[in-house]
């Protein structure tokens, strides 16, 4: 157990009997009220978000994680195969574990699978941009490419994306896989 002023954001705690990632911690001290930590965080097993009010002088069971780089392989079911870099141990994640941000996910990209002190996944943390080829999206006139406005693309992935009006079919993107948007073309 640890004082929750010396958690920070990343850190995983186990709160009413589950594991939570601090996504945000924010000290208040509100006029003559106590002192309190405002905490945003994202249950990992649900993947649902809690705001909670911890007081100055409460402590929470900070989580001893270890962090380790896999390859992605292949998907086999409702599970995604990666493999061990440097063992070449092949393990399966469930989807629900990744979230939204599975949808980026393509041959060969490098993740980091976050373990629990007993050996379970808690989370699989995602490269921030991946870069992906535009697959199908609709024909753009000259005056489209000269007006702003975005329209739907579908990448390598299966991913739908929108891009802005100059992208075509075959054009290389790249995404935040965070919240699916599109950030620039890449020029290769």
Same mark, same amino acid.
């Given at each position: 157990? $640890?004082?929750?002023?010396?958690?920070?954001?990343?850190?995983?705690?186990?709160?009413?009997?589950?594991?939570?990632?601090?996504?945000?911690?924010?000290?208040?001290?509100?006029?003559?009220?106590?002192?309190?930590?405002? &905490?945003?965080?994202?249950?990992?097993?649900?993947?649902?978000?809690?705001?909670?009010?911890?007081?100055?002088?409460?402590?929470?069971?900070?989580?001893?994680?270890?962090?380790?780089?896999?390859?992605?392989?292949?998907?086999?079911?409702?599970?995604?195969?990666?493999?061990?870099?440097?063992?070449?141990?092949?393990?399966?994640?469930?989807?629900?574990?990744?979230?939204?941000? &599975?949808?980026?996910?393509?041959?060969?990209?490098?993740?980091?699978?976050?373990?629990?002190?007993?050996?379970?996944?808690?989370?699989?943390?995602?490269?921030?941009?991946?870069?992906?080829?535009?697959?199908?999206?609709?024909? $753009?006139?000259?005056?489209?490419? &000269?007006?702003?406005?975005?329209?739907? &693309?579908?990448?390598?992935?299966?991913?739908?994306?929108?891009?802005?009006?100059?992208?075509?079919?075959?054009?290389?993107?790249?995404?935040?896989?965070?919240?699916?948007?599109?950030?620039?073309?890449?020029?290769?």
């Amino acid at each position: 157990m $640890t004082s929750i002023s010396n958690v920070s954001k990343g850190s995983i705690i186990r709160f009413k009997g589950e594991p939570h990632i601090i996504e945000s911690l924010i000290h208040r001290t509100p006029g003559n009220l106590r002192a309190f930590y405002q &905490a945003n965080m994202k249950n990992l097993k649900t993947g649902r978000n809690v705001e909670f009010r911890f007081s100055a002088s409460e402590s929470v069971d900070v989580i001893v994680t270890e962090r380790k780089p896999y390859q992605y392989l292949y998907k086999d079911g409702s599970d995604f195969v990666m493999m061990d870099s440097g063992t070449f141990d092949q393990i399966n994640v469930p989807e629900i574990t990744l979230g939204v941000s &599975a949808r980026f996910l393509k041959d060969g990209i490098t993740v980091v699978i976050v373990f629990s002190d007993d050996g379970s996944i808690l989370d699989v943390e995602m490269p921030t941009f991946v870069e992906v080829e535009v697959t199908e999206t609709s024909p $753009t006139t000259k005056d489209d490419r &000269a007006t702003s406005g975005t329209k739907p &693309a579908i990448v390598e992935t299966g991913a739908e994306v929108g891009v802005p009006m100059f992208i075509q079919t075959g054009s290389i993107i790249r995404v935040d896989t965070r919240t699916g948007e599109y950030i620039e073309r890449v020029k290769k």
